[in-house]
């Protein structure tokens, strides 16, 4: 397992909810000072979140010693295992749960310092998002991989929750069209994505527990 292994769990970490709270900030009456602060909490949090984990599992993984494969890693393997069998149970789950929340509204007036607290708050309660991190750690710990090998992880994260910014940007009145066709998509389908990215990360879990 390398940092491309665990990169394509960052779809999974903004799918939804998540993508579509981004492209209201971005169509909003202060796009870029809102995305900015939605990207800034969100990125704390994963970076913490990711980290955090990594962490963690490294000191198990350290304390257990030896050399060859251990119960421990073996029982990391498990963790990780159930992990994603609760994460692929939560996407299907939250599969029917299109439709804008009513406090979405207020995005279209939220400033930076709204939509940093709204970064930090929606990627901690989320539990999709905490699986996935727990996940990401646990196994880049699992592999031995050094903490860098999650810095592609984060960074692809927040790429994707930029595109509505970064959309803005880019193609200028035009966004006004792009903008909703994005988070309709995001919205409605983006799951199956997602499902699909932890179905592969499982089956290489599989594999690890088969070896």
């Known amino acids: 397992m390398n940092f491309l292994t665990i990169l394509p769990m960052a779809v999974v970490m903004v799918a939804g909810t998540q993508l579509v709270a981004a492209v209201f900030l971005a169509s909003g009456d202060r796009p870029r000072r809102a995305s ?25 993984k350290g304390a257990a010693g030896g050399g060859g494969r251990s119960p421990v890693e073996t029982a990391i393997d498990w963790v990780v295992l159930g992990l994603l069998v609760v994460l692929a149970v939560v996407v299907f789950v939250r599969r029917h749960s299109s439709g804008e929340p009513k406090w979405m509204g207020r995005l279209q007036h939220a400033g930076f310092g709204y939509a940093l607290r709204l970064g930090l708050l929606l990627f901690v309660v989320m539990p999709s998002d905490d699986l996935t991190m727990v996940t990401v750690g646990a196994s880049a710990a699992r592999h031995g991989l050094s903490w860098w090998h999650l810095v592609p992880f984060m960074l692809l994260t927040l790429l994707l929750l930029a595109l509505p910014l970064l959309a803005l940007l880019l193609l200028g009145d035009r966004a006004d069209r792009a903008l909703p066709r994005m988070r309709d998509w995001a919205d409605r389908h983006s799951w199956i994505i997602s499902e699909a990215v932890v179905v592969f990360f499982l089956a290489l879990t599989v594999v690890d527990l088969l070896r």
């Open 36 to 60: 900015l602060g939605f990207l800034t909490g969100a990125a704390i949090v994963v970076v913490v979140g990711t980290t955090l984990a990594w962490l963690v599992f490294r000191v198990i």
